[in-house]
């Protein structure tokens, strides 16, 4: 059967479809202005999806807020079609534009469906400002290492310049890439003289055969080497002794040489009446020299510091080296080899505590008070240094008010069984109230406890006038 269209949008025979409502004027008002208010809405929401999504040139999936924009314009035009067919019966009309509204909402459902994963996939908000944060966290952290080694490296080359051996590195075909000042000076040369240029001709004729041999020992195994040999400086035949090492790459392959030097003639000359002596001397000028290295590191990096808290630990742990440098140095210049008289490293150790803490003597008197012919082993002498250190450290930082004076003594005696008593004390302010000895928490306090067991030693404190440490440690002295 078949329609044409005129017939098939006729509205003959209906009537309109406020006899429904028997022209009631409110009934007819309330359905009027209802219809009215969907019908505006539903277009303005078209118009602002239409306006968002041309500005966000970025928006995943814009179709769907196009389909979405034509759903809802259709149906805010079966409202208006309400109102009209109160008055006029065009229900043909009317239903044909429901139907393209059915049409068009369905296919926007059925796209919607396997689209909603999609979506769900997409990092929110949320999500995204944390994911940025992150990053810019990254980026302030990778910013934060790379000054980092940019300040590192500027302190090992401050580091570096500053040691007075000599400092070198060369290639496998012996072009040399790097010195350090001290190196130029010793052989009386400029940088541009030395620099991609081979380090054969300062060698010794005759010993270039043994320095080729030290570096061709070098290997992944073996990656250090020592070799002594005559250079030339100015027409004039001197010793070295290098100590070379290799530096491998990735695939373990040597790509470059380090050395480090110094002048042995004058141990070359007398190494026949005194090899012993030079050696241990050369040992503790070594070791003094490296702790020194460790107190420049430590003074270095505490110049980054900001906090109080941390830059007092730097002070104390340069302090403790200090104390360890200090007995190497008076083994040094000493001609015993084994013991250091005690009072004369007191006296010393005391003076650089007083100069890091900048006390003033007005203030804060010491008295120091050691038996002069007590003598000690390297190996006792160590710990004792550094718990006078602590202790004294401690006196001076904590004991006494700002400004106010008082007074720090040290007293070292030997019994009749050659026990050795050391006392230290203050009359100061005194431990805090809630210090449990038996437990301490402070590094420093730690550190004595443990250095007297470590000298099976007996460690007391009295508290009546200040504090004062006393600690009995046995059969470890004697007098010279």
């Known amino acids: 059967m078949s329609l044409d269209l005129t017939t098939l949008f006729a509205s003959i025979g209906f009537i309109p479809h406020g006899h429904c409502y028997l022209w009631k004027s409110n009934l007819v008002t309330l359905h009027i202005a209802s219809d009215s208010l969907i019908a505006l809405s539903y277009y303005s929401i078209p118009i602002t999806l239409f306006y968002f999504v041309r500005k966000r040139v970025d928006l995943p999936y814009p179709w769907i807020f196009i389909l979405f924009a034509g759903f809802i314009i259709s149906c805010g035009t079966t409202h208006l079609m309400g109102i009209w067919t109160l008055w006029h019966p065009d229900y043909w009309v009317s239903g044909w534009i429901k139907l393209i509204t059915a049409v068009v ?18 990092k929110s908000p949320t999500q995204l400002e944390e994911a940025n944060q992150k990053l810019q966290q990254e980026i302030a952290e990778r910013l934060k290492v790379e000054i980092a080694l940019r300040q590192s490296e500027q302190r090992y080359r401050a ?78 035949v001197r010793w070295m002794q290098w100590i070379n090492r290799a530096i491998f790459n990735d695939a373990e392959q040597i790509v470059e040489y ?114 002069q012919y007590i003598f000690l ?33 040290i007293q070292a005696t030997l019994d009749n069984k050659q026990y050795l008593i050391l006392t230290i004390g203050d009359n100061g302010q005194g431990l805090p109230s809630n210090l449990n000895l038996d437990h301490v928490n402070t590094l420093g306090l730690q550190l004595v406890q443990d250095l007297t067991e470590q000298l099976q030693g007996k460690l007391t404190i009295n508290q009546d006038n200040g504090t004062e440490f006393k600690i009995e440690l046995y059969k470890i002295s004697s007098k010279m």
């Open 258 to 371: 380090q050395s480090v030097g110094r002048d042995i003639s004058d141990s070359k000359k007398v190494e026949k009446l005194k090899q012993q002596e030079t050696l241990l001397k050369e040992i503790h000028h070594r070791v003094k020299n490296n702790l020194q290295v460790i107190c420049s590191l430590l003074r270095l990096q505490s110049r980054c510091v900001q906090d109080p808290v941390i830059k007092a630990k730097f002070i104390d742990s340069q302090n403790r080296v200090k104390s360890m440098a200090l007995i190497h140095e008076k083994l040094y210049q000493s001609d015993n080899f084994r013991r250091i008289r005690f009072d004369d490293y007191i006296q010393d150790l005391t003076k650089t505590l007083l100069r890091t803490y900048t006390v003033k003597t007005s203030h804060i008197s010491l008295e120091i008070d050691i038996d």
């Open 159 to 236: 580091i570096i310049e500053d040691q007075t051996e000599l400092i070198a590195r060369f290639q496998p075909d012996e072009t040399i890439t790097f010195v350090n000042k001290a190196y130029c000076r010793y052989f009386k040369k400029p940088l541009e003289e030395i620099i991609n240029h081979s380090y054969q001709p300062i060698i010794f004729p005759e010993d270039q055969e043994k320095v080729d041999r030290c570096v061709e020992l070098l290997s992944l195994e073996n990656p250090v080497g020592m070799v002594e040999h005559r250079v030339i400086v100015e027409d004039e």
């Open 105 to 122: 909402s369905c296919y926007t459902a059925i796209e919607l469906v396997p689209l909603v994963p999609q979506a769900l996939a997409l």
């Open 377 to 409: 082993d390297f190996d006792i002498l160590t710990p004792c240094g550094l718990i006078i250190c602590e202790l004294i450290s401690n006196s001076l930082k904590y004991a006494f008010e700002p400004n106010t004076s008082g007074k720090i003594w």
